[in-house]
């Protein structure tokens, strides 16, 4: 069959099952556009080509399964680029398209032209520059199973344009050759039974679970783990979700704004078992201070998280779905000891209030999770709203809290929303956010509305930026600069133009009336909250300090 | 402490300039590095010398597997291997001073490859002490220029670092 090389791709992309690509299209990737003109995949535009890349990380991590951006060439492609490498630090399987100019004149500077593959090489689990047409089909395959497996990740392909109108004979490949790439999925058997020996003689054991476990779709393998042997669970912010937050065991998030139970059973240990985590730096706070009486064993897919930033007894490397499994099969049941009463007694006293007397932005948390039984999928953008909602929403579901946790990128919410609910229609998918990052991706909302998407979004309106005047007062001697907002829109008018509804509130007692309105609404509702901006988010691990010594804790 | 390094890459466009900013970016310090084709057309082999205590060299190691144009990373030992460098000199090499020159060159081995009337150009081959000693040897001469290649090694007997076949 005789197709030319943007055809090639489209079909290509058909064989990998895609169906719903975000992008945006322009004059180099023109071709694909056409050839996408006849195909059954749904092609979502968004209103930045960074929305689309996002969105399509937040319909990867709510369907898991590859999610598709497509960009023209040059500042399309650069576009791309934030949403790339917020993809990359999160492990997100992603596949970008971009269109690039033609071979002949790559190279000279021409219109819209950009070394894309050039660019994204540092955060990108893989790029392709595709030069002949017939490589089309072999490219797309290898870039789906690269995305998808190992530890997750972006791959780029940039097809320039002669390339994608030079006519082939297409056919599938069946069969990947890539002996470069060989992910490692069993764990060592012996260093399993070591791990389930040191579990076993543990006196106080803490699983910390990571976006591993999310994505690796290992969430039974934990709990049965976590039952088995009483093994109380601490979350990384990726780890968010993948085990029930109403779970007895379930203790809360570690790291610098993790909650004080959690950070202080950290310090307490003698074992963790680290699934999936890659103790970041904004997880383990002073890293030689971190977890001081502890063994660890750690388990993740990628061999150069090993070791990298923490000193490791047992490392495993594989897939966590596999490792847990195994492990569990290996451990003696155990009944609750001293241990998981010393943690329910942690749990007890922590309680957090609202500095001034108006809306409390965690009791807003709180409602809205217990409202939503901890089942919405939550977005976020990066600031204090993402941390209060990491700490306060119960969420009992994986893959439920979608946030840019590596890159920290303000702006990711609302797209990943959209991707995120085009991936699951029958759940509701709520982004929350604040007044800074959600300036920053707002235009979004037409995209939301286009697609009949009925999201909801509260947003946390403290005229300013909330974690980085708290950094300001702690780490610059309250010499506040570029944090307040001079001029802040009417953000329900504005929610208003595009055609969703809202409302704004700002006292304690109209919280819940407001939540319900925004629950039980049809279609997308915007619900500003008006928040003083001296609401901290507490407890506050300053750097260079173990994460058991917290301001606020 | 300096370790070298023996890695198997896919001869592709864009490898080179991959594994260098791998090095650049994670901050990792290249002491040479130096690459070609191998026995198999398809498959180049790099070899790179590093700077690092032994979590550098871990990480460098882990890292460079990652990508995925890399297909086997090799450590090598100095008792185990065989290390080799070119380099070519350019000396001043006045007439009179011709001969004495000529003589350590021999001495070395080394060969003499271009002449004028003011200088020399030799070329050498050999180990890094070897080529330090010729070059500390030809510093008052007066060393105009000087180019090499980087190390390149390979290991002693029938051990070989060759792609597995599947």
Redesign the interface.
């Known amino acids: 069959m005789k197709i030319t090389g943007a055809e090639a791709l489209v079909k290509s992309l058909e064989y990998e099952n895609v169906e719903i690509i975000f992008g945006y299209p322009g004059g180099a990737i023109l071709p694909v556009y056409d050839a996408l003109y006849n195909s059954k995949i749904k092609h979502i535009l968004t209103r930045s080509e960074q929305g689309a890349a996002h969105a399509a990380s937040g319909y990867a991590r709510v369907s898991g399964k590859v999610g598709v951006c497509m960009a023209t060439s040059g500042p399309g492609a650069t576009n791309l680029v934030t949403g790339i490498a917020t993809a990359y630090m999160d492990s997100i399987p992603i596949v970008a398209i971009t269109g690039q100019v033609s071979t002949s004149v790559i190279g000279r500077d021409v219109f819209q032209e950009v070394d894309i593959?050039?660019a994204t090489?540092?955060f990108t689990?893989?790029n392709y520059?595709v030069k002949n047409a017939e490589d089309i089909p072999r490219i797309v395959k290898e870039a789906f199973y690269?995305a998808s497996t190992g530890r997750p990740g972006p791959v780029l392909i940039d097809l320039p344009r002669d390339v994608a109108e030079t006519v082939i004979d297409f056919k599938y490949p069946e069969k990947i050759t890539?002996?470069?790439?060989k992910p490692n999925i069993i764990g060592h058997p012996l260093q399993i039974i070591r791990a389930a020996e040191m579990i076993n003689q543990s006196q106080r054991p803490l699983i910390c679970a990571g976006g591993g476990v999310n994505l690796a779709k290992a969430e039974e393998e934990l709990l049965k783990l976590a039952e088995k042997a009483n093994i109380p669970v601490v979350t990384t912010l990726m780890g968010t979700g993948a085990f029930p937050a109403d779970h007895p065991l379930y203790v809360g998030m570690i790291g610098m704004h993790g909650v004080s139970p959690a950070n202080k059973t950290v310090a307490e240990c003698d074992l963790i078992v680290a699934a999936g985590a890659r103790f970041a730096d904004r997880t383990v706070g002073k890293m030689d201070s971190f977890a001081p009486k502890a063994k660890i064993i750690h388990i993740d897919i990628?061999?150069?998280e090993?070791?990298?930033n923490i000193r490791v007894d047992t490392p495993i490397v594989g897939d966590v779905k596999q490792v847990l499994a195994e492990i569990e099969k290996k451990v003696a049941p155990k009944a609750k000891t001293e241990w998981n009463d010393f943690i329910d007694s942690l749990k007890q006293n922590s309680a957090s209030n609202s500095v001034s007397g108006g809306l409390n932005p965690v009791e807003i948390i709180r409602q809205l999770s217990e409202k939503t039984s901890g089942k919405a999928i939550i977005t976020t953008e990066v600031g204090c709203h993402q941390m209060w909602t990491a700490q306060h929403y119960k969420f009992v579901k994986a893959r439920s809290f979608i946030s840019s946790g590596g890159l920290g990128t303000m702006g990711y919410g609302l797209p990943a929303a959209i991707g995120a609910q085009m991936a699951k229609r029958d759940t509701m998918v709520i982004n929350i956010c604040g007044d800074g990052s959600f300036q920053m991706n707002l235009q979004e909302m037409a995209t939301a509305v286009e697609n009949n998407l009925p999201l909801k979004i509260i947003l946390f309106n403290n005229g300013g930026l909330g974690l980085v005047r708290q950094l300001q007062e702690f780490y610059c001697e309250k010499r506040y600069n570029q944090v307040y907002f001079g001029f802040v829109p009417d953000f329900v008018k504005l929610a208003a133009s595009y055609g969703i509804q809202g409302m704004r509130i700002q006292r304690q007692e109209e919280i819940s009336a407001a939540l319900d309105r925004l629950i039980e609404h049809k279609g997308p509702f915007l619900l500003e909250c008006a928040i003083d901006i001296n609401e901290n988010v507490y407890p506050m691990v300053l750097s260079g300090s173990p994460i058991n010594e917290m301001i606020g804790g | 402490m300096k370790t070298t390094l023996s890695v198997l890459v896919e001869n592709h466009p864009g490898v080179l300039s991959r594994i260098a900013g791998l090095f650049s970016r994670r901050g990792f310090n290249i002491d040479s590095l130096a690459v070609g084709t191998t026995e198999n057309p398809d498959i180049s082999r790099m070899t790179i010398v590093v700077e690092g205590d032994e979590y550098v060299v871990e990480q460098v190691k882990k890292q460079l597997n990652k990508l995925v144009d890399v297909i086997k990373v090799s450590k090598i030992s100095p008792e185990d291997s065989v290390t080799r460098e070119l380099v070519l000199i350019k000396v001043d090499a006045e007439p009179h001073m011709r001969s004495e020159i000529i003589q350590i060159a021999e001495i070395f081995r080394a060969n003499i490859v271009d002449v004028s009337r003011k200088s020399l150009t030799i070329e050498l081959t050999g180990d890094k002490d070897k080529v330090k000693a010729f070059e500390e040897l030809l510093k008052p001469f007066g060393i105009k220029e000087l180019v090499r290649t980087g190390i390149i090694a390979i290991n002693r007997g029938t051990n070989c670092i060759k792609v597995e076949e599947e």
């Open positions: 593959t050039g090489a540092p689990k893989h520059l690269i890539l002996r470069g790439y990628d061999p150069a090993i070791g990298k």
